[in-house]
């Protein structure tokens, strides 16, 4: 049985490292809208904004959108949060002003978001699976040796 403190730690650790991911997948987009205006440097703001605003965006999926992106399937609250927490990176990008103004640019950092957290969702799956399968093997295991020792 966890502790509350355990449960806490479990989620902020989660949160640390999904937001490693999101401020790559970020870093990555802003890397190609540079590259793509023949401009090959980011500001260290730029960089703390991206970094920072995972951390605070993860930090409302964990606690009150049901930690979507590690959901069992795709339905359509996850829909509804994905969407919203891309809108939300989105509006952040166009205040910041990540892409100069470029209106374009920002509305496909959005969707962009939202393909981020559709391959997520994927990995997340796979990794659960593959997950499952090795601890049946090892029940399995366990249970031939506790059955050859028994037997």
Do not use: P
Request: net charge positive.
């Amino acid at each position: 049985m966890r502790t509350k403190w355990e449960e806490v730690l479990s989620q902020e650790i989660a949160i640390k490292y999904k937001s490693g991911i999101y401020s790559l997948c970020h870093l990555l987009y802003c890397a190609l809208y540079l590259i793509s205006q023949q401009r090959d440097q980011i500001g260290l703001l730029q960089l703390a904004e991206i970094v920072l605003l995972a951390w605070f965006i993860n930090h409302l999926q964990v606690y009150f959108l049901d930690n979507f992106d590690e959901a069992d399937q795709i339905s359509g609250k996850w829909w509804l949060s994905a969407i919203l927490c891309s809108i939300l990176y989105m509006l952040a990008a166009g205040y910041l002003s990540w892409f100069g103004g470029d209106k374009l640019a920002t509305i496909g950092f959005g969707f962009f978001q939202l393909f981020c957290y559709i391959g997520v969702y994927i990995n997340n799956k796979i990794k659960r699976q593959i997950d499952s399968k090795q601890l049946n093997k090892q029940l399995q295991d366990f249970k031939q040796r506790r059955g050859n020792h028994h037997g």
